[in-house]
Protein backbone atom coordinates (compact mmCIF):
# COMPACT_ATOMS: atom_id res chain seq x y z
CA UNK A 1 0.00 0.00 0.00
CA UNK A 2 0.93 3.67 -0.72
CA UNK A 3 2.35 5.17 2.66
CA UNK A 4 3.12 9.06 2.67
CA UNK A 5 7.04 8.95 1.69
CA UNK A 6 6.39 6.50 -1.31
CA UNK A 7 3.81 9.24 -2.24
CA UNK A 8 6.50 12.18 -1.98
CA UNK A 9 8.70 9.76 -3.87
CA UNK A 10 6.26 9.07 -6.99
CA UNK A 11 5.33 12.72 -7.18
CA UNK A 12 9.32 13.77 -7.64
CA UNK A 13 9.79 11.08 -9.98
CA UNK A 14 7.04 12.24 -12.16
CA UNK A 15 8.12 15.28 -12.81
CA UNK A 16 11.02 14.51 -15.25
CA UNK A 17 8.56 11.41 -16.05
CA UNK A 18 7.11 10.93 -19.56
CA UNK A 19 3.65 11.47 -19.47
CA UNK A 20 2.14 7.84 -20.38
CA UNK A 21 4.22 7.21 -16.86
CA UNK A 22 2.53 10.32 -15.38
CA UNK A 23 -1.04 9.27 -16.43
CA UNK A 24 -0.35 5.75 -15.24
CA UNK A 25 -3.95 4.92 -13.37
CA UNK A 26 -3.24 4.30 -9.72
CA UNK A 27 -6.45 2.32 -8.83
CA UNK A 28 -9.19 0.06 -10.59
CA UNK A 29 -11.64 3.13 -10.94
CA UNK A 30 -9.02 5.78 -13.17
CA UNK A 31 -8.48 2.10 -15.37
CA UNK A 32 -9.85 2.20 -19.00
CA UNK A 33 -10.79 -0.04 -21.35
CA UNK A 34 -10.43 -4.47 -21.42
CA UNK A 35 -13.97 -4.89 -20.50
CA UNK A 36 -13.72 -8.36 -21.42
CA UNK A 37 -10.48 -9.07 -18.87
CA UNK A 38 -11.70 -6.54 -15.87
CA UNK A 39 -14.92 -4.99 -16.45
CA UNK A 40 -17.14 -5.24 -13.84
CA UNK A 41 -17.62 -8.69 -12.03
CA UNK A 42 -14.75 -10.32 -14.17
CA UNK A 43 -12.64 -12.12 -12.18
CA UNK A 44 -9.64 -10.19 -12.39
CA UNK A 45 -11.57 -7.33 -11.08
CA UNK A 46 -12.56 -8.99 -8.42
CA UNK A 47 -9.48 -10.78 -7.41
CA UNK A 48 -7.82 -6.76 -7.46
CA UNK A 49 -10.21 -5.42 -5.23
CA UNK A 50 -10.78 -8.12 -2.73
CA UNK A 51 -7.07 -8.98 -2.50
CA UNK A 52 -7.39 -12.26 -3.47
CA UNK A 53 -5.39 -12.73 -6.24
CA UNK A 54 -3.68 -16.29 -7.37
CA UNK A 55 -1.00 -16.63 -10.55
CA UNK A 56 -2.13 -15.21 -13.51
CA UNK A 57 -0.44 -13.83 -16.89
CA UNK A 58 -1.62 -11.00 -18.50
CA UNK A 59 -0.86 -11.38 -22.01
CA UNK A 60 -1.60 -8.37 -25.07
CA UNK A 61 0.08 -5.97 -27.22
CA UNK A 62 1.89 -2.68 -26.19
CA UNK A 63 0.59 -0.20 -24.56
CA UNK A 64 -2.66 -2.17 -23.43
CA UNK A 65 -2.37 -1.99 -19.96
CA UNK A 66 -0.53 -4.98 -18.49
CA UNK A 67 2.27 -3.14 -16.56
CA UNK A 68 -0.57 -0.41 -15.01
CA UNK A 69 -2.56 -3.76 -13.98
CA UNK A 70 0.39 -4.77 -11.71
CA UNK A 71 1.16 -1.23 -11.03
CA UNK A 72 -2.70 -1.54 -9.58
CA UNK A 73 -2.20 -4.19 -7.70
CA UNK A 74 1.22 -3.07 -5.99
CA UNK A 75 -0.46 -0.24 -5.60
CA UNK A 76 -3.86 -2.37 -3.69
CA UNK A 77 -2.88 -5.47 -2.29
CA UNK A 78 -1.51 -5.86 1.37
CA UNK A 79 1.02 -8.12 0.32
CA UNK A 80 4.02 -8.32 -0.63
CA UNK A 81 4.44 -6.08 -4.22
CA UNK A 82 8.23 -7.49 -5.83
CA UNK A 83 9.62 -7.08 -9.07
CA UNK A 84 11.98 -9.27 -10.90
CA UNK A 85 13.35 -8.35 -14.60
CA UNK A 86 12.80 -11.01 -17.47
CA UNK A 87 16.34 -9.66 -18.89
CA UNK A 88 18.32 -9.24 -16.31
CA UNK A 89 17.40 -11.06 -13.59
CA UNK A 90 18.92 -14.94 -13.02
CA UNK A 91 17.78 -18.00 -11.57
CA UNK A 92 19.56 -17.26 -8.13
CA UNK A 93 17.42 -13.72 -8.17
CA UNK A 94 14.70 -15.43 -8.80
CA UNK A 95 15.50 -18.51 -5.85
CA UNK A 96 16.54 -15.31 -3.06
CA UNK A 97 13.02 -13.53 -3.43
CA UNK A 98 11.51 -16.68 -3.39
CA UNK A 99 13.66 -17.80 -0.21
CA UNK A 100 12.19 -14.52 1.12
CA UNK A 101 8.90 -15.12 0.41
CA UNK A 102 9.02 -18.35 2.47
CA UNK A 103 10.55 -16.67 5.38
CA UNK A 104 7.82 -13.68 5.19
CA UNK A 105 4.67 -15.86 4.92
CA UNK A 106 6.18 -17.96 7.19
CA UNK A 107 7.25 -15.40 10.06
CA UNK A 108 4.01 -13.11 9.29
CA UNK A 109 1.49 -14.81 7.42
CA UNK A 110 2.23 -12.39 4.77
CA UNK A 111 1.63 -12.96 0.79
CA UNK A 112 4.15 -12.32 -1.91
CA UNK A 113 3.12 -11.34 -4.76
CA UNK A 114 6.43 -11.35 -8.02
CA UNK A 115 5.53 -9.58 -10.99
CA UNK A 116 7.35 -10.27 -14.05
CA UNK A 117 7.49 -8.15 -16.86
CA UNK A 118 7.89 -9.99 -20.40
CA UNK A 119 7.83 -13.03 -19.21
CA UNK A 120 8.86 -14.89 -22.44
CA UNK A 121 11.98 -13.85 -22.08
CA UNK A 122 12.80 -15.99 -18.59
CA UNK A 123 14.97 -18.96 -19.76
CA UNK A 124 13.29 -22.21 -19.45
CA UNK A 125 15.51 -22.78 -16.37
CA UNK A 126 14.27 -19.57 -15.14
CA UNK A 127 10.59 -20.53 -15.35
CA UNK A 128 11.50 -23.88 -14.18
CA UNK A 129 12.74 -22.25 -10.68
CA UNK A 130 8.92 -20.60 -10.05
CA UNK A 131 6.87 -23.62 -10.65
CA UNK A 132 7.50 -24.89 -7.15
CA UNK A 133 7.14 -21.85 -5.56
CA UNK A 134 3.89 -20.89 -7.71
CA UNK A 135 2.60 -24.26 -7.11
CA UNK A 136 2.58 -23.85 -3.49
CA UNK A 137 1.67 -20.73 -3.54
CA UNK A 138 4.41 -19.24 -1.62
CA UNK A 139 4.23 -16.11 -4.09
CA UNK A 140 1.62 -15.43 -6.56
CA UNK A 141 3.13 -14.61 -10.08
CA UNK A 142 1.96 -11.93 -12.13
CA UNK A 143 3.82 -12.26 -15.19
CA UNK A 144 3.01 -9.59 -18.53
CA UNK A 145 3.85 -10.65 -21.86
CA UNK A 146 3.22 -9.32 -25.57
CA UNK A 147 3.82 -13.07 -26.78
CA UNK A 148 1.65 -15.82 -26.99
CA UNK A 149 2.07 -17.39 -23.93
CA UNK A 150 0.60 -21.03 -24.81
CA UNK A 151 3.79 -20.84 -27.07
CA UNK A 152 6.59 -19.16 -25.13
CA UNK A 153 5.73 -20.06 -21.40
CA UNK A 154 6.58 -23.05 -19.78
CA UNK A 155 2.87 -25.29 -20.04
CA UNK A 156 3.98 -26.28 -16.86
CA UNK A 157 4.23 -22.73 -15.54
CA UNK A 158 0.80 -22.35 -17.76
CA UNK A 159 -1.51 -24.83 -16.10
CA UNK A 160 -0.46 -23.13 -12.60
CA UNK A 161 -1.79 -19.57 -13.65
CA UNK A 162 -4.69 -18.19 -15.14
CA UNK A 163 -4.18 -16.47 -19.00
CA UNK A 164 -6.01 -13.43 -19.08
CA UNK A 165 -5.62 -11.66 -22.69
CA UNK A 166 -5.80 -7.91 -22.85
CA UNK A 167 -6.83 -6.46 -26.93
CA UNK A 168 -5.97 -3.37 -28.46
CA UNK A 169 -7.52 -0.36 -26.53
CA UNK A 170 -11.15 0.75 -28.61
CA UNK A 171 -10.91 3.97 -30.15
CA UNK A 172 -13.08 5.25 -27.57
CA UNK A 173 -10.48 4.11 -24.93
CA UNK A 174 -8.04 6.01 -26.63
CA UNK A 175 -9.82 9.32 -26.73
CA UNK A 176 -10.39 9.19 -23.28
CA UNK A 177 -7.14 8.74 -22.26
CA UNK A 178 -6.22 11.48 -24.09
CA UNK A 179 -8.39 13.84 -22.98
CA UNK A 180 -7.90 12.59 -19.26
CA UNK A 181 -4.05 13.57 -19.68
CA UNK A 182 -5.07 16.95 -21.34
CA UNK A 183 -6.86 18.05 -17.95
CA UNK A 184 -5.15 16.21 -15.24
CA UNK A 185 -3.04 17.91 -13.08
CA UNK A 186 -0.49 14.86 -13.49
CA UNK A 187 -0.91 15.45 -17.40
CA UNK A 188 -1.03 18.57 -19.24
CA UNK A 189 -2.76 19.99 -16.52
CA UNK A 190 -5.06 21.92 -18.48
CA UNK A 191 -2.18 24.33 -20.70
CA UNK A 192 -2.95 22.96 -23.74
CA UNK A 193 -6.59 22.36 -25.97
CA UNK A 194 -7.05 19.80 -28.23
CA UNK A 195 -9.23 20.22 -30.89
CA UNK A 196 -11.25 17.26 -32.99
CA UNK A 197 -8.99 17.01 -35.79
CA UNK A 198 -5.57 17.22 -33.08
CA UNK A 199 -7.78 14.03 -30.85
CA UNK A 200 -8.67 11.87 -34.25
CA UNK A 201 -4.89 12.02 -35.73
CA UNK A 202 -3.51 11.36 -32.51
CA UNK A 203 -6.15 7.86 -32.26
CA UNK A 204 -5.15 7.01 -35.94
CA UNK A 205 -1.73 6.84 -35.29
CA UNK A 206 -2.12 4.55 -31.97
CA UNK A 207 -3.22 2.14 -33.21
CA UNK A 208 -5.15 0.81 -30.09
CA UNK A 209 -1.39 1.31 -27.85
CA UNK A 210 -2.10 3.31 -25.18
CA UNK A 211 1.25 4.62 -23.91
CA UNK A 212 1.97 6.02 -27.89
CA UNK A 213 -1.26 7.97 -27.95
CA UNK A 214 0.24 9.51 -24.66
CA UNK A 215 3.37 10.12 -26.22
CA UNK A 216 1.83 11.32 -29.07
CA UNK A 217 0.25 13.74 -27.55
CA UNK A 218 3.35 15.38 -25.70
CA UNK A 219 5.68 15.33 -28.43
CA UNK A 220 3.04 17.83 -29.95
CA UNK A 221 2.63 19.35 -27.06
CA UNK A 222 6.30 20.12 -27.33
CA UNK A 223 5.63 21.28 -31.28
CA UNK A 224 2.73 23.72 -30.30
CA UNK A 225 5.18 25.86 -27.87
CA UNK A 226 6.32 28.79 -30.37
CA UNK A 227 9.87 28.91 -28.25
CA UNK A 228 9.79 25.26 -27.08
CA UNK A 229 9.94 26.58 -23.40
CA UNK A 230 6.89 24.89 -21.28
CA UNK A 231 6.76 28.31 -19.33
CA UNK A 232 5.24 29.75 -22.66
CA UNK A 233 1.52 27.12 -21.48
CA UNK A 234 -0.17 27.40 -18.42
CA UNK A 235 -3.84 26.71 -17.71
CA UNK A 236 -4.71 30.55 -17.95
CA UNK A 237 -2.86 31.24 -21.19
CA UNK A 238 -3.66 27.78 -22.88
CA UNK A 239 -1.81 26.64 -26.20
CA UNK A 240 -3.79 24.97 -28.75
CA UNK A 241 -2.70 21.50 -29.99
CA UNK A 242 -3.48 21.46 -33.60
CA UNK A 243 -3.52 18.22 -36.11
CA UNK A 244 -0.72 20.12 -37.87
CA UNK A 245 1.52 19.43 -34.73
CA UNK A 246 0.56 16.07 -34.05
CA UNK A 247 1.56 15.16 -37.72
CA UNK A 248 4.82 17.17 -37.02
CA UNK A 249 5.36 14.98 -34.10
CA UNK A 250 4.51 12.12 -35.54
CA UNK A 251 6.08 12.43 -39.14
CA UNK A 252 5.16 8.85 -39.93
CA UNK A 253 2.41 6.47 -38.74
CA UNK A 254 4.00 3.00 -37.77
CA UNK A 255 1.29 0.12 -36.98
CA UNK A 256 2.37 -2.76 -34.83
CA UNK A 257 3.95 -5.33 -36.45
CA UNK A 258 6.18 -8.10 -34.71
CA UNK A 259 8.67 -9.93 -37.27
CA UNK A 260 9.16 -13.08 -34.91
CA UNK A 261 5.25 -13.08 -32.85
CA UNK A 262 1.45 -13.22 -33.04
CA UNK A 263 1.38 -10.50 -34.84
CA UNK A 264 3.64 -11.27 -37.73
CA UNK A 265 1.77 -15.11 -38.14
CA UNK A 266 -1.64 -13.14 -38.20
CA UNK A 267 -0.94 -10.71 -40.59
CA UNK A 268 0.76 -13.62 -43.03
CA UNK A 269 -2.22 -15.58 -42.31
CA UNK A 270 -4.81 -12.24 -43.49
CA UNK A 271 -2.94 -12.17 -46.63
CA UNK A 272 -2.71 -16.16 -47.32
CA UNK A 273 -6.78 -15.93 -46.89
CA UNK A 274 -7.19 -13.07 -48.70
CA UNK A 275 -6.15 -14.18 -52.13
CA UNK A 276 -7.87 -17.71 -51.43
CA UNK A 277 -10.79 -15.69 -51.39
CA UNK A 278 -10.23 -13.33 -54.05
CA UNK A 279 -9.86 -9.89 -52.53
CA UNK A 280 -7.11 -8.16 -54.17
CA UNK A 281 -7.84 -4.55 -52.21
CA UNK A 282 -7.52 -6.77 -48.91
CA UNK A 283 -4.30 -8.81 -50.46
CA UNK A 284 -2.43 -5.07 -51.17
CA UNK A 285 -3.57 -4.01 -48.00
CA UNK A 286 -1.72 -6.85 -46.01
CA UNK A 287 1.37 -6.84 -48.10
CA UNK A 288 1.14 -3.12 -47.34
CA UNK A 289 1.49 -3.94 -43.81
CA UNK A 290 4.28 -6.09 -44.27
CA UNK A 291 6.40 -4.13 -46.71
CA UNK A 292 6.20 -0.94 -44.49
CA UNK A 293 6.98 -3.53 -41.22
CA UNK A 294 10.26 -4.17 -43.05
CA UNK A 295 9.24 -7.87 -43.21
CA UNK A 296 11.47 -10.17 -45.31
CA UNK A 297 10.40 -10.00 -49.22
CA UNK A 298 11.51 -13.21 -49.66
CA UNK A 299 9.52 -14.90 -47.12
CA UNK A 300 6.25 -13.07 -48.77
CA UNK A 301 7.07 -14.64 -51.98
CA UNK A 302 7.12 -18.14 -50.81
CA UNK A 303 3.80 -18.01 -49.33
CA UNK A 304 2.61 -16.68 -52.78
CA UNK A 305 4.20 -19.77 -54.39
CA UNK A 306 2.40 -21.51 -52.22
CA UNK A 307 -0.78 -19.91 -52.70
CA UNK A 308 -0.08 -20.38 -55.89
CA UNK A 309 0.05 -24.33 -56.12
CA UNK A 310 -1.85 -24.65 -52.76
CA UNK A 311 -5.23 -22.66 -53.65
CA UNK A 312 -4.81 -22.12 -57.25
CA UNK A 313 -2.98 -24.82 -58.96
CA UNK A 314 -4.30 -26.28 -62.29
CA UNK A 315 -6.91 -24.06 -62.63
CA UNK A 316 -4.65 -21.15 -63.84
CA UNK A 317 -1.02 -22.71 -64.08
CA UNK A 318 0.33 -19.77 -65.01
CA UNK A 319 -0.07 -18.55 -61.28
CA UNK A 320 2.52 -20.52 -59.96
CA UNK A 321 5.30 -19.16 -62.78
CA UNK A 322 4.06 -15.50 -61.75
CA UNK A 323 4.86 -16.14 -58.52
CA UNK A 324 8.24 -17.96 -59.24
CA UNK A 325 9.15 -14.83 -61.09
CA UNK A 326 8.03 -12.64 -58.22
CA UNK A 327 10.26 -14.56 -55.97
CA UNK A 328 13.62 -14.43 -58.03
CA UNK A 329 12.43 -10.62 -58.30
CA UNK A 330 12.75 -10.09 -54.06
CA UNK A 331 15.43 -11.96 -54.09
CA UNK A 332 17.60 -10.29 -57.20
CA UNK A 333 15.87 -7.07 -56.80
CA UNK A 334 15.22 -6.35 -53.34
CA UNK A 335 13.18 -3.10 -51.44
CA UNK A 336 11.81 -0.61 -52.91
CA UNK A 337 10.92 -1.92 -56.31
CA UNK A 338 9.85 -5.78 -55.74
CA UNK A 339 7.22 -4.52 -53.73
CA UNK A 340 5.66 -3.76 -57.20
CA UNK A 341 6.51 -7.53 -58.04
CA UNK A 342 4.75 -8.74 -55.12
CA UNK A 343 1.78 -6.47 -55.74
CA UNK A 344 1.64 -7.74 -58.87
CA UNK A 345 2.01 -11.66 -57.90
CA UNK A 346 0.09 -11.50 -54.99
CA UNK A 347 -2.85 -9.65 -57.28
CA UNK A 348 -2.63 -12.13 -59.63
CA UNK A 349 -3.15 -14.83 -57.31
CA UNK A 350 -6.19 -12.98 -55.97
CA UNK A 351 -7.86 -13.08 -59.77
CA UNK A 352 -7.14 -16.44 -60.39
CA UNK A 353 -9.84 -19.16 -60.80
CA UNK A 354 -9.34 -21.37 -57.43
CA UNK A 355 -8.42 -25.15 -56.88
CA UNK A 356 -7.00 -27.08 -54.31
CA UNK A 357 -7.29 -30.32 -56.30
CA UNK A 358 -3.51 -30.43 -56.45
CA UNK A 359 -3.11 -30.63 -52.29
CA UNK A 360 -6.16 -32.33 -51.84
CA UNK A 361 -5.39 -35.03 -54.27
CA UNK A 362 -1.58 -35.55 -52.93
CA UNK A 363 -2.52 -35.52 -49.73
CA UNK A 364 -5.26 -38.57 -50.49
CA UNK A 365 -2.67 -40.17 -52.13
CA UNK A 366 -0.21 -40.27 -49.00
CA UNK A 367 -3.02 -41.13 -46.78
CA UNK A 368 -3.36 -44.42 -49.15
CA UNK A 369 0.31 -45.20 -49.41
CA UNK A 370 0.55 -44.48 -45.81
CA UNK A 371 -2.68 -46.34 -44.29
CA UNK A 372 -3.64 -48.75 -47.69
CA UNK A 373 -1.91 -51.71 -48.21
CA UNK A 374 1.01 -52.71 -50.62
CA UNK A 375 -0.16 -52.49 -53.86
CA UNK A 376 2.12 -53.53 -56.99
CA UNK A 377 2.79 -52.40 -60.43
CA UNK A 378 0.70 -53.46 -62.81
CA UNK A 379 2.73 -55.48 -65.26
CA UNK A 380 1.83 -53.37 -68.07
CA UNK A 381 3.89 -50.62 -66.46
CA UNK A 382 7.00 -52.47 -65.17
CA UNK A 383 10.34 -52.15 -66.10
CA UNK A 384 11.40 -54.41 -69.26
CA UNK A 385 15.02 -54.41 -69.04
CA UNK A 386 15.01 -57.66 -66.82
CA UNK A 387 14.52 -61.67 -67.18
CA UNK A 388 10.94 -63.09 -68.14
CA UNK A 389 9.66 -59.36 -69.16
CA UNK A 390 8.15 -60.94 -72.23
CA UNK A 391 5.76 -62.47 -69.62
CA UNK A 392 4.17 -58.74 -68.76
CA UNK A 393 1.85 -58.29 -71.02
CA UNK A 394 1.96 -55.54 -73.40
CA UNK A 395 2.64 -51.52 -73.02
CA UNK A 396 0.60 -49.56 -75.36
CA UNK A 397 2.57 -46.43 -76.37
CA UNK A 398 0.25 -43.70 -76.12
CA UNK A 399 1.44 -41.92 -79.53
CA UNK A 400 1.05 -44.52 -81.44
CA UNK A 401 -2.56 -43.90 -81.48
CA UNK A 402 -4.31 -40.82 -83.10
CA UNK A 403 -4.87 -38.58 -79.79
CA UNK A 404 -2.21 -39.63 -78.14
CA UNK A 405 -4.26 -41.30 -75.73
CA UNK A 406 -5.03 -45.37 -75.45
CA UNK A 407 -7.20 -46.81 -73.00
CA UNK A 408 -5.15 -49.12 -70.15
CA UNK A 409 -4.45 -50.01 -66.85
CA UNK A 410 -1.93 -46.88 -65.02
CA UNK A 411 -3.38 -47.71 -61.07
CA UNK A 412 -2.27 -50.63 -58.88
CA UNK A 413 -5.51 -53.43 -58.55
CA UNK A 414 -7.76 -51.75 -56.10
CA UNK A 415 -7.80 -48.05 -57.15
CA UNK A 416 -9.21 -46.21 -59.64
CA UNK A 417 -9.63 -43.15 -61.68
CA UNK A 418 -11.01 -40.17 -59.79
CA UNK A 419 -9.99 -41.79 -56.15
CA UNK A 420 -7.64 -38.75 -55.84
CA UNK A 421 -8.29 -36.11 -58.15
CA UNK A 422 -10.90 -34.01 -58.56
CA UNK A 423 -10.59 -31.32 -61.06
CA UNK A 424 -12.56 -28.24 -59.99
CA UNK A 425 -12.32 -25.05 -62.51
CA UNK A 426 -10.35 -23.26 -65.05
CA UNK A 427 -7.63 -24.42 -67.07
CA UNK A 428 -7.78 -28.04 -65.01
CA UNK A 429 -11.58 -28.39 -65.48
CA UNK A 430 -10.90 -27.44 -70.01
CA UNK A 431 -8.25 -29.91 -69.72
CA UNK A 432 -10.54 -33.12 -68.43
CA UNK A 433 -13.32 -32.21 -70.78
CA UNK A 434 -10.80 -32.13 -73.34
CA UNK A 435 -9.22 -35.50 -72.54
CA UNK A 436 -12.51 -37.13 -72.40
CA UNK A 437 -13.01 -36.18 -75.49
CA UNK A 438 -10.18 -37.61 -76.47
CA UNK A 439 -10.27 -40.76 -74.47
CA UNK A 440 -14.11 -41.33 -76.01
CA UNK A 441 -12.10 -40.65 -79.63
CA UNK A 442 -9.44 -43.11 -78.80
CA UNK A 443 -11.48 -45.43 -77.35
CA UNK A 444 -13.14 -45.15 -80.53
CA UNK A 445 -10.39 -45.56 -83.20
CA UNK A 446 -9.23 -48.76 -80.88
CA UNK A 447 -12.27 -50.52 -81.01
Request: aromatic residues 6%.
Amino acid sequence: MENLFSAQERNKRNRNAPLAVRMRPQTMADYVGQERAVGEGSWLRRAIEHDTLSSVILYGPAGTGKTTLARIIANTTHAEFVEVSAVTGTVKDLRREIDAADRRLLSSGRRTILFVDEIHRFSRSQQDALLHAVENRTVVLVGATTENPYFEVNQALISRSRVVELEPLQDEDVRALVRRAVESKDGLAGAFTLDEAALNEIVTLAGGDGRAALTSLELASQMALPTGDPAEASPAHPLAITAKHVLEANPRAGLAYDKSGDMHYDIISAFIKSMRGSDPDAVVYWLARMIDAGEDPKFIARRIMICASEDIGNADPQALMVAEAAFKAAEVIGYPECRINLAQAAIYNALAPKSNACEASIDAALREVREGPRREVPNNLRDRHRPGSESYGPYLYPHDYPTGWVEQQYLPDGLHRGDFWHPTRGWESWRIEASARDRAEGAGGHQ
